[in-house]
């Protein structure tokens, strides 16, 4: 009977190992490493078998997927964590939207490791802390990824940049300005801290584009024209809508039309309407702003938008910044 019961004892720690890879295959989008099926009761002689029946395909070294064609994003990034475990996605790749060049992936410093293609590795102080390894692929957690990112838009001088990842990260939901700025507190080295403060500040306070920033700072703060609420709620087209800066005295509303935004004849028609229902219905006047107005000319903009809201009540002064005298000049 011992000899019989040999045969199903090797049969149950087969099936059971292997189920438990299948497990794996399915969690992880198809990428499982060699590490991964030695922990669960395998064996290298079952790695070759698989490879031999195709049912894993090469990778990279002690990484393998489960067919033969080529990746997906997501199978690119499980299989560059394996490659590097223990190590999670960093940088721009754990940001929405993730560039399909590339992987970044971040690991604990002081390792010796390979260089793989088309995998950045980025030696992360603190790695235990930042990394979400419980995550499905394992990732840096996002604000911390994000601050990566802009201290290097910032050290490229790059701010538009900068600013547009953030106001894009943040419009996704995932996080605030107030969480990174949070976060950011409890970093010691950071580039540009100052600027980046300043940005996440503005973005807390509305401020939800790069050229929404240039309006802020360009012409309402650089001429001292009345601070605009942003963002704010509006119902007059009959659904909910935003206006992004709005002078409440004197029932001026700016929007700051991005030009890729706003080409399309149905997109011209939507903006037509909301300012024919804002004026119709609760008489507020709107002006819209390009970006050539406000990075091309806003000493200019800030002279007009000054003389419509004194028009229309407000009692204060545009004042000068360095570069105003020869578009006053021009304005006159």
Known sequence: MAAGS???????????????????????????SRRQVLDAGG???????????????????????????????????????????????AHVSALPD??????????????????????????????????????????????????DVVCGDLRAKDVAAAYAVQAQVCASRRTTPQRILQVLATRQRVCGRRTLEAMLADLRDGACSVLERGYLHRVERAHGLPRGERQTRSTA???????????????????????????????????????????????????????GLVFGDACRTAVLIGDLLRRRGWTGRTRTCPTCRPALALTG
């Open 237 to 291: 087209t009959g659904r909910l809508t935003y206006q992004d800066v709005y002078y409440r005295g004197q029932g001026v509303v700016v929007e700051l039309d991005g030009r890729a935004f706003h080409d399309a004849p149905r997109d011209r028609d939507r903006d037509a309407l909301r300012d024919l229902a804002e004026l119709s219905r609760s008489d507020l006047l709107t002006t819209r702003v390009t970006y």
């Open 98 to 147: 993730p560039p399909a060049t590339v992987v970044h992936v971040a690991v604990g410093p002081g390792r010796n490791l390979r260089p793989l293609p088309r995998i950045v590795l980025h030696r992360t102080p603190d790695f235990e802390l930042r990394a979400e390894l419980d995550r499905s692929p394992p990732v840096i957690r996002l604000e911390h990824a994000l601050i």
């Open 6 to 32: 040999f045969p199903v004892t090797l049969t149950r720690v087969t099936r059971w190992h292997l189920k438990h890879v299948d497990h794996l295959l399915w969690a992880q989008d198809g990428v499982i």
């Open 43 to 89: 064996s290298d002689f079952d790695i070759a078998r698989m490879l031999r029946r195709r049912e894993l395909t090469d990778v990279h070294r002690g990484v393998y997927v489960s067919h033969s064609g080529q990746l997906t994003l997501r199978q690119r990034h499980w299989a560059a964590v394996l490659a590097f475990w223990p190590s999670a996605l």
